[in-house]
């Protein structure tokens, strides 16, 4: 597919994300789909975190702990230090970045179902360490966080002050997608560049990567890090929407989700955890009407559709042209 | 001839159990060197010493007089030194050509983040990866098979694509682990000729193998292993009249028939 199409493509989805969704939001009267979608962009960005580390070949179950950590930094740097929103995001982001270094140094050494057991616990580790701290105010959590401030650079104002909003749902909504967008583009540019490659050497084989000479330790923490980073930012942006972080904001079922995400989306496949995250909360949400039947038809659909699809929803032939579009 | 690469009385134990027993040697430039011996006798083990994917017990493996055992495995290929695999390791679901292209990681002069925002450095980088895949491709004689994928091709082609990653990679020294295992006459006289080849391009060959006829016809010297210990040291043609080696092969002298 030529440049000029995929040029098209990605118009066509800015236009859709940007102005068709919330003008159909707007005629319907469906308010609360913002936020479901706000949380789809978010989530999905974590979730595009976790796909990186399957692309190394790491089965990562620990997104939750770091979408924790990057929240409880904004939380206590918007109201205990009085730091502005827009700059605790990238603050968060950077802590998860170096903290999922320390970490990884020594765990990304495992392989296979035992790094994914270690992450696991990862997830269990964040919620009791922000339990105990005396700083993330135990299992009280912190609450009203203000809203984000106004941005602005050389006395310019960029972006409002969201208090002053009329629509706060809207500017979150753009908020995540504008970033979403930014995620996609750069994890795209990732993966189609030398990185990409080198990264699929080390997902198909660490000790052929090694007598080539890629010093794969660096760059597993490096992928890993990167991970980390997006999950911290997305977990951040989804706590200030409703302004308050609990230890339980994020849990072992949602680093499982984040998982999820990616393996229903499709491995891979960039956008999988684009597609994926919108699938699966969509999905639940619309299964709400089912009552108590809720969990055990989510559960059924999920486990049907990773065995019919194991290379997840993008493997769809409907699908096939633009994946052909995403391997150029 | 100068020496390119020195064994130093490498020893490895594996708790009790002695691998390699005080081996030293020194492998010329340019030279094909085959390290024989029969099963168990440690040559896997040194060659894992060498390319340091395994630690030394006690010794030294010096290349051009610097120490390189015991360091990290991509640090030694970035000195020179490069292995190929005894199982038909490669980058599966990559084409050839994109295998050999990936191989050529350790010639480029961009970091990572120059090949992320797509640098001058970092194109020309690729540019140059291309080019000198395509020549390495046409070298070995798999033009045609470039655009397949790597885990769709037959035995002796996986062999090939194996070298190329190797030679891709500039080396002075390729380790090559039993490149004539599982392979019928033809195809064996075909990679004999491969790896004479390889050796005209400024490459020093040293290679594990069991196969007797192809080591003799390949090989400038020959290393002989049995149970860890270097029993022999030699020409082909010396090493085929040997006493020592003869023994260790047939396991006894009185009905020795020769090799």
Redesign the interface.
């Known amino acids: 597919m030529s440049k000029a199409s995929k040029l098209i493509y990605f118009f066509i989805f800015l236009v859709t994300i940007l102005g068709i969704v919330p003008w159909l939001i707007e005629i319907s009267g469906r308010w609360d789909y913002y936020y479901t979608l706000t949380s789809v962009a978010l989530l999905s960005i974590a979730s595009s975190g976790v796909w990186l580390t399957f692309y190394i070949g790491r089965i990562n179950i620990g997104q939750g702990a770091y979408a924790l950590a990057g929240g409880y930094v904004v939380a206590i740097l918007v109201t205990k230090y009085d730091v502005s929103f827009w700059l605790s995001v990238p603050i968060a982001g950077l802590f998860c970045s170096f903290v999922s270094m320390l970490i990884g140094a020594s765990i990304l050494r495992l392989r296979g179902v035992y790094f994914a057991m270690i992450t696991l616990v990862l997830t269990e580790v964040a919620k009791l360490t922000a339990m105990s701290l005396p700083i993330t105010n135990g299992a009280k959590g912190i609450s009203s966080i203000a809203l984000p401030g106004e941005l602005s650079i050389f006395g310019i104002s960029i972006i409002p002050d969201f208090s002053t909003l009329a629509n706060v749902k809207l500017a979150f909504y753009y908020v995540a997608v504008i970033l979403m967008i930014f995620v996609f583009a750069g994890m795209y540019r990732l993966v189609n560049s030398r990185i990409g490659h080198l990264c699929r050497s080390l997902q198909q084989n660490e000790e052929l990567a090694s007598s080539i000479g890629v010093n794969i330790t660096i760059l597993r923490i490096i992928a890993y890090s990167i991970s980390s980073f997006l999950g911290g930012i997305g977990g951040a942006i989804f706590i200030s929407i409703s302004q308050s972080v609990y230890p339980t904001t994020f849990q072992v079922a949602d680093s499982i989700n984040f998982m999820l995400n990616v393996f229903v989306g499709g491995m891979g496949y960039v956008f999988g955890p684009m597609i994926g995250t919108l699938f699966i909360y969509f999905g639940w949400d619309l299964l709400f009407t089912t009552g108590k039947y809720q969990l055990l038809i989510y559960s059924s659909i999920i486990i049907a559709l990773i065995l019919v699809l194991p290379n997840g929803l993008l493997s769809l032939r409907i699908f096939n042209k633009s994946n052909k579009r995403e391997a150029k | 001839m100068s020496t390119i690469l020195e064994i130093n009385n490498v020893t490895k134990k594996f708790g009790g159990l002695i691998a390699n027993n005080d081996i030293s040697f020194k492998v010329n430039k340019q030279e094909i060197l085959s390290v024989i011996g029969p099963n168990g006798a440690g040559k896997s083990t040194l060659f894992k010493m060498i390319?340091s994917?395994m630690k030394t017990t006690s010794g030294e493996v010096l290349l051009e007089g610097k120490r390189i055992s015991n360091l990290?495995?991509?640090i030694v290929?970035?000195m020179g030194v490069?292995?190929?695999?005894q199982e038909t390791?490669?980058?599966?679901?990559?084409t050839v050509r994109?295998n050999i292209?990936?191989?050529h990681?350790?010639r480029?002069n961009s970091n990572?983040f120059g090949?992320?925002i797509?640098s001058s450095t970092?194109r020309n980088?690729?540019r140059e990866f291309a080019r000198s895949a395509d020549e390495l491709l046409e070298f070995l004689s798999i033009t045609d098979i470039g655009n397949e994928l790597a885990s769709t091709l037959p035995q002796g082609h996986l062999r090939t694509l194996g070298i190329a990653?190797?030679l891709?990679?500039n080396p002075k020294i390729l380790l090559l682990d039993e490149p004539f295992a599982g392979m019928n006459h033809d195809e064996t006289m075909h990679m004999v000729d491969l790896v004479s080849s390889v050796r005209d391009r400024n490459v020093t060959v040293l290679l594990v193998e069991h196969d007797m006829s192809a080591v003799m016809k390949i090989s400038d010297r020959i290393v002989v292993l049995n149970f860890g210990e270097l029993i022999a040291e030699g020409t082909p043609k010396e090493i085929q009249e040997n006493k020592i080696v003869i023994e260790a092969y047939l396991g006894s002298e009185d009905d020795s028939i020769g090799l």
């Open positions: 390319s994917f990290a495995p991509h290929a970035r490069v292995r190929t695999f390791t490669i980058f599966k679901t990559m994109d292209i990936i191989s990681h350790l480029s990572l090949f992320f797509g970092a980088d690729e990653i190797g891709a990679t």
